[in-house]
């Protein structure tokens, strides 16, 4: 029996709740096909500012690096808010994606056949499909950029600043063009090279690799320009990398094509096969604790970890395959939910996975 350690942060909000749905899909998995899962629950988020007074606890990450792999559920909600920056629950995000080096956000967005009502787009532009995924540079860029505050001239200003090296674009245009060999074959490099110089020497370095992919299209898209064909045609993408920030807003956009932000895993990886696992969507504090919440992105983030972390594609299969005939029966969470088909709580849909596992 194989054996992996699977570090769980479920967070706050619908964090909790969808996290302990998710966890059940990732047993029954694991004993069908004869792997045990090591769990070991830690603080995150709000929850840890409550108890330790940080976002991220030393022993939260620690716990994270000695394990084969993270699942977190969501961090946040407005009892935080009003917190200074450094003590923000967000922080723990950036913490565990800097202390764990994961610079390759893999977002999906894929447009679910029975949920196309789902999208606010035209039904013409919707039907072509949508079935992308955004490769976002996670550990660099303005998010992690030197920045500060001072005073010019005697006005109070602020800075933030842009910054990218060659190897840490080299290795996210990689990460990017291997996803694209075994999807279809096209990469799209989004960037604002008119304007910024880190843009185009990101826009030099992505073309250089691209000389090792032969059987990969590139082709470029200023970031405003992209914002816009997201809407006007999601069918033309393949797969799009960019940075941290440029995929931060990107991947919203993206989400909200689809129609359907409870449905979309994510995995944050590095070179090895250790990834952390989320949902796109945050804690959504509004309708916590009241068995409203869609648990099936959390559902599909323990298939993506599956894939990525433990090779288990045929398991990873199996989950997506169980969410898809739950949708194609006509069960939905409210978040989802059409006329003419059947309304369930968190519990309720994680049970009908469960089922068809
Ligand atoms: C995301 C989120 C985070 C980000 C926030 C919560 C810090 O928006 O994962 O996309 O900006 O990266
Ligand atoms: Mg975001």
């Not at 108890?51 to 991220?56: A, R």
């Not at 505050?149 to 600043?161: C, E, H």
């Not at 694209?180 to 990101?202: C, G, H, Q």
């Not at 029966?329 to 849909?349: A, L, P």
């Amino acid at each position: 029996m194989k054996e992996y350690k699977v570090a769980v942060i479920p967070g706050d909000g619908i964090g909790v709740e969808i996290v302990g749905e998710a966890l059940k899909v990732l047993e029954k998995v694991g004993a069908k096909y004869d792997t045990k899962f090591n769990l070991t629950e830690v603080k995150a988020g709000g929850c840890a500012i409550d108890e330790f007074s940080v976002p991220l606890p030393d022993a939260t990450l620690e716990v994270c690096k000695n394990s084969d792999a993270v699942l977190l559920g969501a961090v946040g909600g407005p009892k935080w808010d009003t917190l200074p920056g450094e003590k923000r629950p967000e922080k723990a995000l950036m913490g565990l994606r800097g202390g764990l080096g994961l610079y390759a956000n893999l977002r999906p967005a894929k447009v679910y056949d029975v949920l196309k009502s789902a999208s606010p787009l035209k039904e013409e532009i919707i039907n072509k499909g949508v079935d992308l995924l955004v490769v976002r540079e996670l550990t660099g860029g303005i998010y992690f950029g030197e920045r500060g505050r001072d005073v010019q001239n005697g006005i109070n200003s602020a800075y933030d600043t842009e910054r990218y090296n060659v190897e840490e674009i080299k290795r996210i245009a990689h990460v990017a063009f291997k996803a694209a060999l075994k999807r279809n074959k096209k990469v799209t490099s989004v960037d604002k090279a008119n304007i910024l110089e880190s843009s185009r020497l990101w826009r030099e370095t992505v073309t250089e690799v691209a000389k090792e992919y032969k059987d990969v299209e590139l082709n470029y898209l200023y970031v405003d320009n992209a914002a816009m064909q997201l809407v006007r045609d999601p069918s033309q993408f393949d797969v799009i990398v960019t940075s941290n920030i440029f995929g931060d807003i990107l991947t919203d956009e993206a989400s909200m094509v689809t129609g359907s932000i409870g449905m979309l895993p994510s995995a944050s990886l590095r070179n090895d096969s250790f990834g952390m696992y989320e949902p796109i969507h945050g804690s959504a504090p509004d309708i916590a604790g009241k068995d409203l919440a869609n648990p099936l992105a959390q559902i599909l983030s323990v298939a993506m970890m599956l894939e990525y972390s433990f090779n288990m594609t045929e398991a990873a299969k199996d989950i997506e395959n169980a969410v898809e005939k739950v949708l194609n029966s006509g069960y939905r969470t409210g978040d989802i939910y059409t006329e003419g088909s059947k309304k369930v709580g968190t519990k309720e849909m994680a049970k009908l996975v469960l089922a068809e596992l």
